[in-house]
């Protein structure tokens, strides 16, 4: 899981994205560990809020990426 969402981490920043969301039913806890915070459904690019699924009852988490020092960091400490 650590290298996946690292990988998928630097992908997002080499497309010039700064912020990263994930949408999740039961993995919370562990997303919050790895620097996601739970956002509201106004948070999600407008693309994704217009097919936001209110019955599945997802959790809506952020994460801001600075830079790839920030990325290095957190590689470290989960590694």
């Known amino acids: 899981g650590d290298a996946m969402l690292g990988y ?3 992908l997002a920043l ?3 994205a700064t912020k990263v969301f994930v949408l999740s ?9 790895r620097g996601f ?3 509201q459904v106004g948070s999600l690019p407008p693309s994704r ?3 936001y699924n ?3 009852k997802s959790k809506i988490y952020m994460k801001v990426i600075n830079g790839t020092r920030d990325l290095d960091a957190a590689e ?3 590694s």
């Open 25 to 33: 039913t039961q993995t919370m806890e562990w997303f919050v560990e």
């Open 54 to 56: 209110n019955k599945r």
């Open 49 to 51: 809020q217009s097919v």
């Open 14 to 16: 080499q497309s010039g």
């Open 37 to 39: 915070r739970e956002v």
């Open 76 to 78: 470290l400490w989960w």
């Open 8 to 10: 998928l981490e630097r």
